[in-house]
């Protein structure tokens, strides 16, 4: 019979059993997921949580709060998604872990943009009653903050949005303030003139977590000091004690100089002049200010010739007693007074002269080693920058970190030049300058009258009752009454510390980061100089500069923050404060504000402590760090970790959290730092616009966000794909599952083979994923659940039982194991996926069951407990590989159309199996060689499974399983 006379095949489609699903292959996210939102909310589905979880085991996070300034950026998205992972695995294991949202809304930046606002208008903040100023930085905070739940809301972050704590809210402001005044009750407040970083452009004190570091170019500048007495070293007067700065405008404040007692110095002769510098900077000092070195010049043979004496070097202790005179010293006064150099053991011979001039208004180490020898500061530079009206040089001039006013030829050098004391000057230095990270201006170190925490004084209101807590009150066991005594008060430092030592770090390297910040911090300076924010709500006497410790006065100052929020504390309310027993006249009432990290640091007690949010409170009687976890980025580690660690400390002996998880920063593409000013950023609103929410999930979820990670297009298609292949999935689980009952339903033990081990990998899965959550891992969580898809589902056990899917009968007991397994892995991933892919989990969920509640209502899954030799099954995956790629040549030329027309050949020594149906391949012999041999099946291919079988007599025909099915279907 010829080709054309033979009959056309029966068409067998319409009795193959395809998988079935209205589920899309496209996602449609953007257009998908704002309504499954508004179902969430419609529907209560955080509140709905609360109640199924209500008197399960806590776990709380406590909300970091984001600033309430400006849209979400990728920093916030990556961080809430984070939070919402953590949140959602926890409840998912059958903990009540509630989630209420904060915001941060004092503060500088808030009121910088309000200003901002007014200078447009030609308006004066100042000359604002201070109720209508605060109430627009209110209403401005409010603006922002609803913006941004919008925003962290359509990522798909369940919380409690209607209710968030904001730091502006007047039961918020009144707990701030209780906390403050515990402080005071408990010693912890001090009033002191110390340097402090201050922003001459915002006019107020910065914390170091308000600052950041940036390359700039200054004027370097050299300096001689006349010397007119020098007791040990007499020879010395008449010469010149050298400076060098890069501050040119701090040395009208001078008021003394430093050496180092171990230093060598020595003496350059230029001409008849002679200049005192260290020994190993003397090449540098004469290169720097191009003059020839008369003389000896080789400070290895100790003589700088040119003089009747003959010159050695000399240790710094010889420089003691020595005093030089100000170079502007004709202007008299102030100037006239004789500069003593001064022991100083931070002197170095790295750079410069070693020799540095003090001026302790401006600098740390300045001012300690200023006041060791009563020298005070003169409080010379007004808060914007400019030298005092009254001082006798420069008075009213600034702004000092102006670079025209520094350079070379700016009013400074040029008086320093013509008193004949400028050796050298260049605007040439590059180095790292701090900078307000608000304004971005430089900053300054100013000596201005603030608020301190002392860091180093014992705090006797701390009970040793904590022990066992603390690490500092000793370690494990008991301990004798003396060991007792001396545990009982810890410095705030000391607590901290312990309390760093029992905190859990993920990364752990964050405990020797924040714990060197720590060890390291100067007293914190509690004080701004602005006017939105918590006032420091003290009354100071006048004549004993003491401030009033008074419960029932401190109880009114509560209560009327409470009432009316911030304005409550002002000159009209100071005697109704007060009460009868104090008179508002003696007392000067505190016009600072509180650093606003005290805000973010107190949160703990307002949110977790006041019972506003019962879900967030402890069992009655406990006494340890109340959240279990907070969580930001890297930086916190000098702001809101610290801030919170300290304020916990100082007033309850312990951390707020039991453990600290920091994500790191996000880049470009390219690995730079994001800058509107290179183009760079990307903004999540437009991700989400275009990809939709779950894309940038996966995305934060798949990076090591513990490390400085990356984002750009070809990242986020990258991520896009490998959602694809998450959704084919599911799609195809749902597909392949239509029409399931529990009617086909096996047990274990009646499974095949390869079902069990399925369900093994599974079961090593689940462990996977519980141990990740556990560690905060998510980016192990998230790509061992794609691996598991794509490389033991898709690729493996799919491809193998398709077979059995689409033409095994439907009471065949492999195909009703195959579909077990598959509702047991639709009900298992669709709850590992649902934290991550949000929306698409929701969708696949109702997918399947269109009546159900919330797929995030959902726990844990139970994971049939099946075994299996790992081993062995690796051994069939790597010949069943070696049989793919060996068939691969023969599908390219042609040869065969698929693996289904393919009989292969493996070694003698392969796993026992049904190795046909593992490999998908006609049939399987074995061999006596070691390699893998295909070529094509001589046997002809059924109508229906398309299978090359003997019993196949041509093609088209049935095999016996098709001939059955068919039977039985008609």
Not at 266 to 276: L, N, Q, S
Not at 359 to 383: M, S
Not at 765 to 784: C, G, H, K, P, S
Not at 847 to 870: I, K, M, N
Request: proline letters at 6%; hydrophobic letters at 40%; a negative charge.
């Amino acid at each position: 019979m010829t080709e054309q006379q033979r009959p056309q095949s029966p068409d067998y489609r319409s009795t193959v059993f395809l998988p079935k699903t209205d589920f899309p292959m496209k996602a449609g996210l953007p257009q998908k997921e704002p309504g499954i939102l508004a179902r969430w909310q419609a529907e209560k589905i955080y509140e709905k949580t609360r109640d199924a979880r209500r008197g399960r085991e806590k776990f709380i996070l406590h909300d970091g709060p984001p600033y309430a300034n400006g849209d979400m950026h990728i920093g916030h998205a990556l961080n809430h998604i984070l939070k919402d992972m953590v949140v959602r695995t926890q409840t998912l294991l059958g903990k009540d872990a509630p989630y209420v949202p904060g915001w941060d809304c004092h503060g500088l930046p808030i009121e910088w943009k309000v200003e901002e606002e007014y200078r447009k208008k030609k308006k004066n903040k100042d000359e604002v009653p201070a109720e209508e100023f605060r109430a627009e930085c209110r209403a401005y905070a409010a603006n922002w903050v609803n913006v941004q739940r919008e925003q962290l809301k359509r990522l798909g972050v369940n919380g409690d949005w209607d209710n968030p704590y904001l730091t502006m809210d007047f039961q918020a402001e009144a707990t701030i303030v209780g906390e403050l005044l515990k402080f005071a009750q408990n010693g912890m407040l001090y009033r002191g003139a110390k340097p402090v970083m201050w922003s001459p452009v915002e006019k107020t004190a910065l914390a170091e977590a308000e600052v950041e570091y940036e390359d700039i170019t200054s004027t370097q500048i050299d300096v001689a000091f006349e010397i007119t007495e020098s007791p040990k070293v007499p020879e010395l007067k008449g010469a010149y004690a050298v400076i060098w700065t890069t501050t040119p405008w701090t040395i009208p404040v001078n008021q003394a100089l430093a050496y180092g007692p171990e230093v060598d110095y020595t003496v350059v002769h230029f001409g008849d002049e002679r200049f005192i510098v260290a020994a190993k900077l003397a090449e540098e000092f004469a290169s720097r200010t191009n003059r020839v070195v008369t003389g000896t010049s080789s400070p290895a043979a100790g003589i700088f010739g040119g003089s009747e004496f003959a010159w050695r070097t000399f240790k710094g202790s010889d420089l003691e007693g020595t005093i030089a005179r100000h170079p502007m010293h004709k202007l008299g006064g102030f100037f006239a007074a004789p500069r003593p150099l001064l022991p100083g053991d931070f002197v170095t011979t790295d750079s410069g002269t070693g020799l540095v001039h003090m001026a302790p208004d401006h600098g740390e180490d300045d001012f300690e080693l200023c006041k060791a020898h009563g020298i005070n500061p003169k409080f010379v530079v007004e808060a914007d920058g400019k030298y005092r009206e009254d001082w006798p040089w420069l008075g009213g001039q600034g702004s000092v970190i102006n670079p025209k006013f520094n350079a070379p030829d700016g009013p400074i050098c040029t008086a320093l030049r013509e008193a004949g004391a400028l050796l050298a000057a260049s605007a040439d230095y590059k180095h790292s300058y701090p900078h307000s990270w608000r304004s971005k201006a430089k900053v300054i170190y100013r000596c201005t009258p603030q608020w301190f925490v002392p860091m180093d004084t014992a705090m006797t209101h701390i009970s040793p009752k904590t022990r066992g807590e603390n690490r500092w009150e000793g370690e494990g066991g008991a301990v004798n009454p003396a060991e007792e005594a001396a545990c009982a008060a810890p410095t705030l430092r000391q607590a901290a510390l312990g309390a760093i030592a029992d905190t859990r770090f993920v990364p752990d390297k964050g405990r020797n980061r924040i714990g060197a910040m720590v060890e390291g911090r100067p007293d914190w300076v509690l004080s701004r100089q602005r006017a939105w924010g918590v006032p420091i709500t003290l009354f100071v006497h006048r004549k004993t500069g003491e401030y009033l410790v008074d419960e029932a006065v401190n109880d009114r100052i509560r209560a009327a923050i409470l009432e009316r929020g911030v304005d409550a504390w002002s000159d009209d309310a100071a005697q109704g404060l007060l009460g009868r027993d104090y008179d508002a006249q003696d007392y000067e009432r505190v016009a600072d504000i509180l650093d606003v990290w005290f805000d973010s640091g107190s949160t703990h007690a307002f949110v977790l402590e006041s019972g506003r949010w019962p879900d967030l409170l402890r069992p009655e009687g406990y006494t340890g760090p109340t959240a279990d976890l907070y969580l930001e980025g890297s930086d916190q580690h000098r702001g809101w970790f610290q801030s919170s660690l300290l304020e916990s400390c100082a007033t309850r002996g312990h951390a707020p959290y039991k453990a600290v998880l920091t994500h790191g920063f996000t880049m470009d593409a390219k690995g730079f730092k994001m800058s509107k000013s290179l183009g760079n950023t990307i903004s999540p609103l437009k991700v989400m616009e275009t990809n939709g929410a779950d894309i940038i999930r996966l995305w934060a979820l798949s990076v090591d966000f513990t490390e400085d990670h990356r984002i750009g297009d070809e990242i986020l298609k990258g991520v896009a794909d490998q959602y694809r292949k998450l959704r084919n999935t599911l799609r195809y689980l749902l597909g392949a599952l239509d029409g399931f009952d529990e009617a086909e339903r096996l047990p274990v033990d009646q499974m095949p083979e390869l079902e069990r081990y399925v369900l093994a990998l599974l079961g090593k899965l689940d462990a996977t994923l519980r141990t990740a959550i556990d560690a905060f891992d998510f980016n192990t969580y998230v790509r061992a659940l794609l691996e598991f898809c794509n490389e033991d589902l898709s690729a493996f056990f799919f491809d193998i039982r398709k077979d059995c899917l689409y033409c095994d009968a439907p009471t065949d007991t492999k195909r009703r194991a195959y579909r077990t397994v598959l509702d047991t892995l639709f009900h298992a991933l669709i709850r590992y996926a649902a934290p991550v892919i949000v929306f698409t989990a929701e969708e696949t969920w109702a997918s399947r069951y269109p009546d159900a509640d919330s797929v995030h209502l959902l726990e844990w899954p139970e994971v049939p407990v099946a075994e299996a030799d790992f081993d062995r099954w690796a051994a069939l995956r790597s010949l069943r590989q070696q049989v793919t790629e060996a068939i691969e040549p023969l599908r390219r030329d042609k040869i065969v159309g698929s693996s289904l027309a393919a009989q292969v050949t493996v070694p003698a020594s392969a796993p026992e199996a049904d190795l046909a149906e593992l490999f998908i391949t006609a049939q399987v012999t074995r061999g006596a060689g070691d390699q893998v041999s295909v070529s094509p099946s001589p046997d002809h291919k059924c109508g229906r499974c398309w299978r090359h079988l003997p019993e196949v007599k041509e093609d088209g025909d049935l095999c016996a399983r098709c001939e059955d099915v068919v039977e039985v279907a008609a």
